[in-house]
């Protein structure tokens, strides 16, 4: 099993393109287009797939629903690239389930977020990870969010379950403490899985030994955030630093609202999708939606004249 683990290290690396759930405009999920946007990642150069994370919508699914999406997302993917979707959930037994779903579908690993509204403790956020990887064999990869759960899982308490649990293989920090994330690897291991999940430190924490980025601009410009990995794994720093800095205009504009409504609105406008979220989320304001129309052009992607 050990060698399993070691195997998902090499291979689980790079960008690891979070896609988001498209939905009709009756709000059903268009699964037809969750495959084309699947193999649009897949042409550009995407070294992995992830869904129901939070570009996915997952509080917004109903439990069958995620299951939905994850079965086609494997089917699609059909074993070009690894397969890593969110299980997470705020509720343990659901995150029980949806993890074990994944590893009978056979993905390469399951994403398994802090519990967000709870604010659990350490310890309960120890118990909570240690009993999700106990019950599988499956690679697990914890996806810490402050900013979005409401609770920080501590390095401490991170190093003690990849201590514990040897299918703890990495963890997704969309951590904007930079002196946390180094503590990471330091206590955890130089050999640990790190993704970024904030933009802006992509190409920061791969220079500190990152394995890469789990990034929603990769919805967007996934050549591009592809790229900048691939020079960084090149040697080519300078290309990589460059097209990070590229990308900085696209990277903020996209988060001027909540993640993903201004990238559901990017992919409406560039005729990828029916541009819909489900209530309580929804579209950005006009005004944001001009702005990141011209970010849009700015880059040479061609959009339409009006959202599809």
């Given at each position: 099993?050990?060698?399993r683990y070691d195997e998902?290290?090499?291979?689980?690396?790079?960008?690891?393109?979070?896609?988001?759930?498209?939905?009709?405009?009756?709000?059903?999920?268009?699964?037809d287009k969750q495959s084309?946007?699947?193999?649009?990642?897949?042409?550009?150069?995407?070294?992995?797939?992830?869904?129901?994370?939070?570009?996915?919508?997952?509080?917004?699914?109903?439990?069958?629903?995620?299951?939905?999406?994850?079965?086609?997302?494997?089917?699609?993917?059909?074993?070009?690239?690894?397969?890593?979707?969110?299980?997470?959930?705020?509720?343990?037994?659901?995150?029980?389930?949806?993890?074990?779903?994944?590893?009978?579908?056979?993905?390469?690993?399951?994403?398994?977020?802090?519990?967000?509204?709870?604010?659990?403790?350490?310890?309960?956020?120890?118990?909570?990870?240690?009993?999700?990887?106990?019950?599988?064999?499956?690679?697990?990869?914890?996806?810490?969010?402050?900013?979005?759960?409401?609770?920080?899982?501590?390095?401490?308490?991170?190093?003690?379950?990849?201590k514990d649990c040897p299918?703890?293989?990495?963890?997704?920090?969309?951590?904007?403490?930079?002196?946390?994330?180094?503590?990471?690897?330091?206590?955890?291991?130089?050999?640990?899985?790190?993704?970024?999940?904030?933009?802006?430190?992509?190409?920061?924490?791969?220079?500190?030994?990152?394995?890469?980025?789990?990034?929603?601009?990769?919805?967007?410009?996934?050549?591009?955030?592809?790229?900048?990995?691939?020079?960084?794994?090149?040697?080519?720093?300078?290309?990589?630093?460059?097209?990070?800095?590229?990308?900085?205009?696209?990277?903020?504009?996209?988060?001027?609202?909540?993640?993903?409504?201004?990238?559901?609105?990017?992919?409406?406008?560039?005729?990828?999708?029916?541009?819909?979220?489900?209530?309580?989320?929804?579209?950005?304001?006009?005004?944001?939606?001009?702005?990141?129309?011209?970010?849009?052009?700015?880059?040479?992607?061609?959009?339409?004249?009006?959202?599809?």
């Amino acid at each position: 099993m050990m060698q399993r683990y070691d195997e998902i290290k090499q291979r689980l690396r790079g960008s690891i393109a979070p896609v988001i759930t498209p939905f009709k405009e009756n709000h059903d999920i268009d699964f037809d287009k969750q495959s084309e946007l699947i193999e649009f990642q897949i042409e550009n150069g995407s070294h992995g797939i992830s869904v129901t994370g939070t570009s996915g919508e997952p509080s917004s699914l109903s439990v069958e629903e995620r299951v939905l999406v994850m079965e086609r997302a494997m089917k699609t993917i059909d074993g070009r690239v690894p397969f890593a979707p969110g299980t997470g959930s705020t509720n343990h037994n659901e995150t029980m389930y949806l993890t074990k779903k994944a590893e009978e579908m056979g993905a390469d690993a399951a994403m398994v977020i802090v519990p967000y509204y709870n604010k659990p403790n350490q310890q309960a956020l120890y118990k909570h990870f240690k009993t999700v990887a106990d019950a599988v064999s499956l690679p697990i990869i914890i996806y810490n969010i402050p900013g979005r759960t409401a609770q920080n899982l501590e390095v401490e308490t991170m190093a003690q379950l990849v201590k514990d649990c040897p299918n703890i293989v990495g963890a997704k920090e969309s951590n904007k403490d930079f002196e946390h994330v180094n503590r990471v690897l330091l206590h955890c291991g130089r050999d640990f899985l790190l993704f970024s999940g904030i933009e802006l430190l992509c190409y920061p924490m791969l220079a500190i030994g990152g394995a890469g980025s789990i990034s929603a601009t990769a919805n967007v410009a996934p050549k591009a955030v592809a790229d900048l990995h691939n020079a960084w794994f090149d040697g080519d720093i300078e290309t990589a630093r460059r097209l990070h800095f590229e990308l900085m205009p696209l990277n903020d504009v996209l988060f001027k609202d909540t993640n993903p409504a201004p990238v559901k609105a990017a992919l409406g406008m560039m005729g990828k999708i029916h541009p819909a979220l489900r209530l309580p989320m929804d579209l950005p304001s006009e005004v944001l939606q001009t702005e990141i129309r011209e970010t849009l052009v700015d880059y040479q992607i061609e959009v339409a004249k009006q959202l599809s």
